[in-house]
């Protein structure tokens, strides 16, 4: 329903440092519809760009939940990735150089 990570959710560490991935992720969406028990399925390799994964999607991402052939809410394990990339911006290019024209 509602949730996201934002590119400013980047730690500052990791992306000073230059340091992206994707982190794989398996996580419990209970019958409140809020997240539990986020754990990493496959590292980024960064220790920090997992841990916030998980953090966020726990504190912000809810969910309509699953429901039994009753129509009863159930607990339901999502797995997904998420990527972290650092958007680099364009070099500027250099302003052209001045043409020289010849008067012959």
């Known amino acids: 329903m509602r949730g996201e990570l934002r590119d400013s959710d980047y730690p500052e560490g ?3 440092a230059g340091i992206g991935g994707t ?9 409140d519809g809020r997240v539990r028990e986020c754990t990493i399925t496959r590292s980024s390799g960064s220790a920090e760009l997992d841990a916030t994964t998980c953090r966020l999607i726990e504190q912000r991402f809810r969910f309509r939940p699953s429901r039994d052939e009753r ?34």
Do not use: C, D, K, Q
Request: aromatic share 10%.
């Open 23 to 31: 982190v794989g992720v398996r996580y419990l969406v209970w019958t």
């Open 71 to 104: 129509g009863r809410p159930v607990p339901a394990r999502i797995v997904e990735n998420h990527s972290w990339m650092i958007h680099h911006e364009p070099a500027e290019e250099p302003p052209p150089r001045p043409r020289r024209r010849f008067g012959f």
């Open 14 to 16: 990791a992306a000073e």
